[in-house]
């Protein structure tokens, strides 16, 4: 007879391999952060010979060193606002399209929805040519609203797609209860549907963010004013001229790496419920 | 009335329309256009050859071996990537501690520039002075030590892993979503029922699961075949044609032998074939949901 | 609402400034250089010796750069001065499409002053010649800015290490691979390369190319008429296997990129590179105490001499559309100045094109120069070889170093690209 200690026992060893396992998966996750961040405080004789993750002495000068030699200052502030922009931007757009594909109807709407799906499966590399002669013939080429318009339409598909999968799973009760109140369509979509979407906008916000922050070849190419160069620009600039005084380059990548992770630290309590509503569960 | 009401619908797509229409169809026109051409990228001139392009692709030997990489990769990735990431969201289901942290932690890793992913990987797969070698040795397992990412049998594989430990954060994250969402009221009415652990795993989680994991699929796929900076960052396609993938074929027409025309249409087959995977994708999982 | 607000005061003052920025209303006009050199030594000594104003733009990595000059090309807003790093090919589309100035005039001027103060060999990178297969009209069409040979070097530390005399080095082939069998017993690394970037595969294997069958018979196969399936070339194919076999290449060459060769070469990792003159800079930078020598590649048949690729390393362009050329002009006149020159060269360790400026280098530098004399350069043969055979051609190399793939194997797959793409061009 199997007696309560034999499946308590089996309970705590069963928990432990699962512990285990998750620290064993985490610690290869968390190592080349660890590793990037250690090699950035140490010299470059160090990094070669000394293997151990922490470096007998900080060498925090390294960040101020990097940050300085890269001018990264102005690239910084450049890349937050593009990416806080073309965040905005598409929050917005696609927020508006995706409820009217959701819960509006007119003429052609599923041939637009279905244009906008194809685009997420067909790439276009070489797309840079004709990008950069369109917006040459804008007059938009060497400006911030050209490149944050191109960006937003980069990440449009996926983001409405996520968004309207939710607004489809949406109960309409809160909606029908709006009109009833006389609210406007404008006026359901702000006040009902954008809140209820919290969850779903936190994933676009991580997705589009991330994608924004590490985009630098449509930026390089566009771009001929250094005063409108987002970081990873600067960025593939510093590896090209650092590549052999590896603890500054460490420290650029810190430091290029710690605005977006915070972002997601800041998003990720409402990713979870965000995607579940989304487009899972049946 | 009705008229007044569909002009408003239509602003909500409005400005979605319009810069999809300027950024995406326009561009999308030329490189149609450019695929049918014989063009460096450079000259003002351009020859029209039709489907030329097009032939040659079907011939191109390199091109679909890229497309076989890039396939064997994807294959990894749907595998073992997304098993990982379902262990782990399994794992973190449970009541257990640390439940958060683990959910930042196993995120940090699609959050990295590609470049640095591959800067560093690049330095543990070393087969000179890199660290896996030196743990191996050190743990008495010498003759397992080799150069990961030239040896032709390995230089794929490691690199299909690499790729899979980017990206099963994403999956990692729906999959804990989904388990999360599974109602506790139909575990306790299994074990009711007297199910024990493994019927109640294979009659409740996983009917409820297969929706999710055809989502988990598709985002697998696409962005996965369409793989290609931190490739380029490990083994630049080599040793040989062993890494080589579709875009980077792609960018190799563009830049290495000028054949700007040819990059474009290998650019549209690539498109194709994406959505015929798709397409066969969508019909699948329809199927599986009447399961 | 506040963030709104935040966002709002954000947007004016970046579209503020991006706004005011591109008004300058300047009495001198302003010329523009887009370069690519990450060397920062190099950016700013420009920038602190130009008298005119200059506004000078850096754009890295080198791939990122040529993509930046097409598009720009395509939509002509090309800079006053700018580099093309690509192939005569490109070169030649370039010219043709009118986006280089024809720079001959000047270089004519008093009696060719500007052309004649140049090794000829750095200028002949940017010339096109009488009867050129590209249909480029004669002339000069970019300037030199200094001159690089691809050597062989050895790091003379690790070579007393190895019971080996440091002054004599490997002179010929079977030397060299000889060696090979004294690094796998010490445990060493040997030759580094970028080989992972196929392009010096190709260099070193056309050098011993011209080494075993002379110049013309090359050129002869790039013209069609020696197939590759020829004798002399399953040689040279067979060469990398033999420096496979003898333990000689350091592992992991095949997918490495030059800038983890020289950080190899440079930390006494390895014993020997096959890398250019501007290693030089590099590895002082590293490594300022390095030991080391170059030389050519070591020799294998005595029927032809050995030959190295050298030439121009950077050259720059003017842009014909420019509204500032006899500017442009006359600031690269200025830069390619006997003292300017000398001035570089000593601050960069790069050779000068100017070959009045050779007065003090360094003795490394001074033995890359002597390599100089044996230099030729795929863009001064007139003809290019298909860009679809040369890739067959180095990812074959690469098959032969792991092993995958015999050297008649290999020969037989590029001829038989190469007669497909020539069957291509008659139609």
């Not at chain 2, 569909?6 to 409005?14: D, G, K, P, R, S």
């Not at chain 2, 399994?90 to 890793?109: G, M, Q, S, T």
């Not at chain 3, 005569?88 to 004519?108: C, Q, W």
Request: with cysteine; net charge positive; glycine share 6%.
């Amino acid at each position: 007879m199997k007696t309560s200690v034999y499946y308590k026992t089996k309970r705590i060893s069963l928990n432990m391999l699962i512990h285990l396992f998750l620290i064993a998966v985490a610690a290869t996750c968390i190592f080349p952060l660890l590793w990037m961040v250690s090699s950035s405080l140490k010299t470059q004789g160090e990094i070669f010979k000394d293997t151990s993750l922490i470096p007998r002495v900080f060498h925090f000068e390294n960040y101020y060193l990097a940050w300085m030699e890269g001018g990264f200052g102005r690239f910084f502030l450049n890349s937050i606002f593009y990416t806080a922009s073309v965040v905005i931007g598409i929050v917005i757009v696609a927020s508006l399209a995706a409820y009217a594909f959701s819960r509006l109807n007119f003429p052609g709407k599923n041939i637009l929805f279905f244009m906008f799906m194809a685009a997420m499966m067909i790439p276009i590399p070489g797309s840079f040519v004709p990008l950069y002669i369109l917006l040459n013939k804008l007059h938009l080429r060497n400006t911030a609203l050209g490149y944050i318009l191109a960006m937003i339409n980069v990440g449009l598909s996926t983001s409405i797609f996520l968004l309207k999968t939710f607004f489809d799973k949406m109960p309409t009760e809160l909606e029908d209860a709006a009109r009833i109140d006389g609210c406007s369509k404008l006026g359901i979509w702000w006040n009902v549907a954008l809140p209820l979407a919290k969850p779903v906008l936190a994933v676009v916000v991580v997705f589009n963010a991330l994608t924004v922050w590490n985009e630098y070849i449509l930026a390089l190419i566009i771009f001929d004013s250094r005063a409108l160069m987002p970081l990873q620009v600067a960025l593939m600039t510093f590896q090209g001229e650092f590549i052999t005084r590896y603890p500054l380059l460490m420290a650029g990548l810190t430091i290029t790496a710690l605005p977006i992770i915070i972002v997601y630290l800041l998003m990720q309590k409402y990713i979870v419920k965000g995607v579940t509503a989304g487009a899972v569960v049946g | 009335m009705r008229i007044k009401s569909t002009l408003e619908n239509y602003i909500f797509v409005m400005p979605a329309v319009i810069i999809f229409s300027i950024f995406y169809i326009i561009p999308f026109i030329w490189v149609f256009r450019y695929g049918l051409h014989d063009w460096d990228g450079i000259s003002p001139m351009m020859t029209y050859i039709g489907l030329g392009n097009f032939k040659e692709i079907l011939e191109d030997k390199v091109w679909w071996n890229s497309m076989l990489n890039a396939g064997y990769i994807t294959l990894i990735a749907l595998t073992f990537q997304n098993a990982l990431a379902f262990l782990l969201a399994w794992a973190c289901d449970r009541e257990i501690r640390l439940k958060n942290f683990y959910r930042v932690i196993f995120f940090i890793p699609p959050v990295l520039s590609e470049v640095v992913v591959g800067l560093v990987w690049q330095w543990i797969l070393d087969g000179n002075y890199g660290l896996l070698n030196h743990w191996l040795i050190h743990l008495g397992l010498p003759n397992l030590a080799r150069n990961w990412l030239s040896d032709p049998r390995t230089a794929l594989t490691v690199v299909a892993v690499v790729h899979s430990w980017k990206g099963f954060g994403w999956g990692f994250l729906i999959f804990l979503a989904g388990l999360q969402t599974i109602p506790r009221e139909l575990y306790e009415a299994a074990r009711v029922d007297g199910a024990n652990a493994w019927q109640s795993f294979r009659k409740v989680t996983i009917p409820l699961m297969v929706p999710v994991a055809v989502l988990v699929a598709i985002l697998t796929i696409l962005g996965t075949m369409q793989a290609f900076v931190l490739i380029i960052a490990m083994t630049g396609g080599g040793p040989a044609y062993h890494t080589q993938v579709p875009v980077l074929r792609i960018l190799a027409s563009m830049r290495g032998s000028s054949r700007f025309g040819y990059a474009c249409a290998q650019g549209i087959s690539f498109g194709i074939i994406l959505i015929a995977i798709s397409f066969i994708q969508y019909r699948f999982s329809k199927k599986a949901r009447q399961m | 609402m506040r963030f709104l607000s935040l966002f709002s005061v954000c947007c004016f003052l970046l579209f503020g400034n991006a706004g005011c920025a591109p008004k300058k209303e300047l009495q001198k006009p302003t010329i523009t250089i887009w370069h690519w050199m990450t060397d920062r030594e190099l950016a700013k000594k420009y920038e602190s010796l130009t008298g005119t104003k200059v506004n000078l733009e850096l754009y890295a990595p080198s791939d990122a750069y040529s993509q930046k000059v097409r598009a720009a090309a395509q939509g002509i807003n090309l800079p006053d001065i700018f580099g093309i790093l690509a192939e005569k090919r490109d070169f030649a589309s370039f010219v043709k499409a009118g986006h280089i100035l024809d720079l001959t005039p000047y270089m004519e001027e008093n009696n060719g002053a500007w052309k004649n103060s140049f090794f000829s060999k750095a200028l002949a990178v940017n010339e096109f010649n009488e009867g050129n297969s590209y249909g480029v009209k004669p002339g000069v069409y970019g300037v030199p800015i200094d001159i690089m040979t691809i050597q062989m070097v050895y790091n003379r530390g690790l070579f007393k290490q190895l019971g080996l005399n440091p002054k004599e080095p490997p002179a010929t082939f079977q030397e060299f691979l000889d060696i090979g069998k004294k690094l796998k017993e010490a445990n060493m690394q040997g030759l580094v390369s970028g080989w992972g970037e196929v392009w010096m595969i190709d260099c070193f294997a056309n050098n011993y190319a011209f080494n075993i069958m002379g110049k013309d018979k090359v050129l002869a196969t790039i013209r069609g008429e020696v197939p590759y399936t020829d004798p002399d070339w399953i040689r040279v194919f067979g060469l990398f296997k033999e420096m496979q076999d003898s333990g000689v290449l350091a592992s992991g060459i095949v997918t490495m990129v030059n800038k983890t060769a020289e950080q190899l070469f440079a930390n006494d990792k390895a014993v020997f590179a096959f890398n250019g003159s501007w290693c030089v800079n590099v590895y002082k930078g590293m490594n300022p105490d390095l030991d080391y020598a170059a030389i050519l590649p070591p020799k294998v048949s005595d029927k032809y001499p050995m030959s190295v690729w050298g030439g121009a390393g950077s050259s720059f362009m003017v842009n014909a559309r420019s509204k500032n050329k006899e500017e442009a002009v006359k600031f690269l006149l200025w830069l390619t100045d006997r003292d300017q020159q000398a001035y570089l060269a000593e601050v960069t360790n790069n050779l000068p094109a100017n070959k009045n400026s050779l007065t003090r280098i360094p003795d490394i530098l001074a033995q890359f120069a002597r390599g100089m004399e044996s230099a030729t350069h795929p863009n001064v043969w007139g003809v290019s070889e298909f860009s679809a055979v040369i890739e067959a051609f180095d990812k074959g190399i690469q098959s032969i170093i792991i092993g995958e793939k015999t050297p008649e194997q290999v020969a037989a797959e590029v001829q038989k690209i190469k007669e497909r793409e020539l069957a291509k061009k008659r139609q």
